[in-house]
């Protein structure tokens, strides 16, 4: 049953919250890293948010499961695109830090808007195209560490490459939120994207357990699972499924700007992180590039 949608500045607000519990996601999962493996991680987080869910979408469990069976396959590629793209994070906090996560989060308004160019004939001005320059070029400064030899022998580090193939998934999660079911609620929805994504990832989850670790079985897992689930896969992404679908993917992404400022804040007060020269300028870069690609964007895409 669609529901009254909020006002732009509810929008905003709600946006604004994703970015902090976003944020928290990176630094949380850097700090969990050596102990629980992060396919294990993140398959139990989304299994843990569709339990939450649960009790609050299967009041009509006729209707769910007609609209979910007849639109299982925009739900499963949707699906599959936030579970996978989110499981690229944590993977890619075993090798490279939070800050740098949370920095590179700033690419995705650009590549958003471009995805939104390519694939759905959004308008794409001059400024607009420099701006998504500028911001790739602050991303290969940060891939870099500032050398550009590094570039040259192809050294970067594997961790930061994880996470620009994760924004990628956002940005085509974000331009792609326009096909979800109209008869759904968000919470329906979001519900139906985690079932569906879970079941993608099951298999990876299968082999990484098998192979490679297995999630341990202990408070401190049972925590960092709930937190993550509620915060994140629940709270977050509800407010980001929102705000997506009332202002437009071209406006709601800007707020992914306020994933770095958050994410700097925490990693350096709860991971001991350190900012140096090539975080600074490669985020001024971004922010400069994501500036002039938002600036005066409209966008078409509502629920």
């Not at 493996?37 to 993140?42: A, D, I, M, N, R």
């Not at 075993?94 to 759905?120: H, R, Y």
């Not at 958050?262 to 870069?285: K, M, N, Q, R």
Request: overall charge positive; glycine content about 10%; hydrophobic content about 55%.
């Amino acid at each position: 049953m669609p529901e009254e949608e909020p006002a732009p500045s509810v929008a905003y607000l709600l946006l604004t919250l994703m970015a902090l519990f976003f944020a928290a996601n990176h630094v949380i999962g850097r700090g969990v890293h050596g102990e629980i493996p992060p396919v294990g991680l993140s398959f139990w987080r989304w299994v843990t948010g569709a339990l939450i869910l649960a009790p609050f979408v299967l009041s009509r469990p006729r209707v769910l499961s007609r609209v979910f069976g007849r639109h299982a396959g925009v739900l499963l590629l949707l699906g599959g695109m936030l579970v996978g793209s989110t499981t690229l994070i944590l993977l890619a906090l075993n090798f490279t830090m939070a800050i740098n996560v949370s920095v590179i989060n700033a690419i995705q308004p650009g590549l958003t808007v471009l995805f939104a160019w390519m694939f759905l004939k959004e308008p794409l001005s001059g400024r607009q195209v420099l701006g998504v320059v500028a911001a790739c070029m602050g991303v290969l400064v940060m891939l870099s560490r500032g050398h550009w030899q590094t570039l040259v022998g192809l050294e970067m580090n594997r961790g930061d490459l994880i996470a620009l193939l994760a924004m990628g998934g956002f940005a085509a999660y974000a331009v792609s939120l326009f096909r979800l079911p109209h008869e759904l609620s968000f919470a329906e929805s979001l519900f139906g994207l985690i079932v569906m994504g879970s079941v993608a990832l099951l298999p990876f989850y299968l082999i990484e357990s098998l192979f490679i670790s297995t999630v341990p079985l202990n408070m401190q897992t049972v925590g960092v699972v709930f937190i993550l689930a509620l915060l994140v896969s629940v709270l977050g992404m509800l407010m980001w499924n929102i705000g997506n679908c009332r202002v437009g993917p071209s406006r709601a992404v800007v707020f992914i700007n306020l994933i770095p400022v958050f994410g700097v804040i925490l990693a350096t007060v709860f991971l001991d992180e350190s900012i140096h020269g090539f975080h600074v300028l490669g985020a001024a870069c971004i922010i400069v590039g994501i500036q002039l690609v938002v600036r005066k964007t409209s966008s078409a895409l509502t629920r």
